[in-house]
Nanobody
Framework: EVHLVASGGGSVQAGRSLNLSCTVS????????MGWYRQGPGKKCELLIN???????YYADSVEGRFTATQDKVKNIMYLIMNKLEIGDTAMYYC??????????????WGQGTQVTVSA
C-alpha cells in the first residue's frame, strides 16, 4: 500500500530555514516521480518541486534558489530544504508520488501534510 507522510513543519521567522521530510512506504523512488506541493490560506494547491526518475527536476519560480529537494533512496525519505523563508511561504506542505495521484488531494499517492507558518 502506497503511503506518504510529510513532517517537520513548524513556526519560524522570516529569513530562517526549515527542513521537511517525506517518509514513504509501499514503493520506492525508482517507481515514481515525486513532488512537493503546498496550499496556502485562500490559495490553490501549488506544485513547488518535481523530482523525476530520469534525474531531471522542476522548481517553481517562487522557490527556485531558496528551496532544494533531495531523496535518500536507502531510507525512503524525500527532503525539502527551505532557506530564506518568506511570510508568503506559509502553507500546508504535501509530498506526492505522481504515479498514484491524479490531482491535489486525489489518490493514494497524495501524502499527509505538515504546516509551515512564517512570521515577521
Amino acid at each position: 500500500e502506497v503511503h506518504l507522510v510529510a513532517s517537520g513543519g513548524g513556526s519560524v521567522q522570516a529569513g530562517r530555514s526549515l527542513n521537511l521530510s517525506c517518509t514513504v512506504s509501499g514503493f520506492t523512488f525508482d517507481e515514481s516521480d515525486m513532488g512537493w506541493y503546498r496550499q496556502g490560506p485562500g490559495k490553490k494547491c501549488e506544485l513547488l518541486i518535481n523530482l523525476r526518475r530520469d534525474g531531471s527536476s522542476y522548481y517553481a519560480d517562487s522557490v527556485e534558489g531558496r528551496f532544494t529537494a533531495t531523496q535518500d533512496k536507502v531510507k525512503n525519505i524525500m527532503y525539502l530544504i527551505m532557506n530564506k523563508l518568506e511570510i508568503g511561504d506559509t502553507a500546508m506542505y504535501y509530498c506526492a508520488a505522481e504515479a498514484w495521484f491524479k490531482d491535489c488531494f486525489d489518490g493514494p499517492g497524495w501524502g499527509q501534510g505538515t504546516q509551515v507558518t512564517v512570521s515577521a
